[in-house]
């Protein structure tokens, strides 16, 4: 899978530009039962701010020291205390794997390194006078772990399943927004940040930089920089440019407005196969795995399909998501 031109990459143009799970009583159930029997009396009522029903699974995973909840009571630091921790955490993701309908329970992650890796550029991405000065442009993280890092592109398909999903499973992913087909809803990349993502830049209108000119193309990055900025209260660190295409001035201009890091991808992830950058045809340990925001208007599902099949490939092969932000 090789830097395209527009018209033959993904990323927002090549290969296609553009259900709500029910829990059942079973096997799963009983654990739901025990983590909701040891949540009880610490104000559950609060996991759906306000007076409406807690949903089961938020509420177990939010007491398992889960996205939406406090850490789990108990001797902060222990051995013993953050083990169970992970276990009762993993008992939650398995209950909601159930939930959504995933084909088996989501890897957890080991934790990050106390010293994020040494990023270098990834040979034969090099820019002409570029040096290591720039930020680096990599497809995969350098680790030893079986662990690989989602992301997600553009921000078209605005789907609150996706958010509800993502976060009863516990799987931390980054969004590269590009503001042209994300200011119509602001409000639902908000509830994502909320939710633990990290939000990047992916330029104003998804143009192809290396034919824009040097203003063009500071206006395109630093400008969608402000945004992110005004909007969410955060700078990114990292860009993606679109198609993954960027010359010099890209890579300059980028550094110049705050950007530290350039991750492209080395697998793309659809709700019915992935697509692959090496020769191989698989996964590695520090992965970049690229997806879209994207509903059935543009794809052969919805994006919790589209999480369904990325998590199946990934689980099959013994690699967990960690959260990209550790590393880079």
């Known amino acids: 899978m090789k830097r395209r031109r527009p018209g033959t990459e993904s990323c927002g143009q090549g290969w296609t530009r553009r259900g709500r799970g029910h829990l059942r009583r079973g096997p799963g159930y009983a654990v739901l039962a025990a983590l909701l029997v040891a949540a009880a009396g610490s104000g559950c009522a609060a996991e759906t701010?306000?007076?409406?029903?807690?949903?089961?699974?938020?509420?177990?995973?939010?007491?398992?020291?889960q996205p939406g909840g406090p850490p789990a009571a108990g001797a902060a630091g222990s051995v013993a205390a953050q083990a169970e921790k992970a276990r009762r955490?993993?008992?939650?993701?398995?209950?909601a794997a159930k939930k959504w309908?995933?084909?088996?329970?989501?890897?957890?992650?080991p934790a990050p390194p106390a010293v994020k890796p040494h990023l270098t550029t990834r040979k034969g991405f090099e820019v002409e006078g570029g040096d290591a000065s720039l930020p680096p442009v990599f497809t995969t993280v350098p680790t030893d772990?079986?662990?690989?890092?989602?992301t997600m592109d553009d921000g078209d398909d605005k789907d609150p399943e996706l958010l509800k999903m993502m976060s009863e499973l516990n799987i931390p992913y980054?969004?590269?927004?590009?503001d042209y087909l994300v200011r119509d809803d602001y409000a639902y990349f908000k509830e994502a940040q909320v939710r633990g993502v990290v939000l990047g830049n992916h330029t104003l209108n998804h143009r192809y930089l290396p034919g824009l000119s040097h203003d063009e193309q500071t206006r395109e990055i630093c400008d969608q920089q402000d945004i992110?900025?005004?909007?969410?209260?955060?700078?990114?660190?990292?860009?993606?440019?679109?198609y993954g295409n960027y010359n010099g001035d890209t890579l300059r201009i980028a550094k110049s407005c705050g950007i530290t890091a350039v991750p492209l991808w080395a697998a793309e992830a659809f709700p019915d196969r992935m697509e692959w950058r090496e020769e191989d045809q698989d996964l590695h340990p520090g992965d970049i795995i690229l997806t879209h925001f994207r509903g059935k208007k543009d794809w052969k599902g919805s994006m919790p399909d589209m999480i369904r099949n990325v998590m199946k490939v990934i689980t099959d092969k013994g690699y967990a998501v960690a959260r990209l932000e550790d590393y880079v």
């Open 49 to 65: 701010g306000g007076s409406a029903p807690a949903d089961p699974v938020r509420v177990a995973a939010a007491r398992a020291g």
């Open 89 to 95: 955490a993993q008992a939650a993701r398995a209950v």
């Open 101 to 109: 309908g995933l084909a088996g329970t989501p890897l957890a992650p």
């Open 145 to 150: 772990k079986k662990i690989v890092f989602l």
């Open 174 to 178: 980054s969004a590269f927004l590009s």
């Open 228 to 242: 992110i900025e005004q909007q969410y209260g955060e700078r990114p660190r990292l860009f993606r440019p679109p």
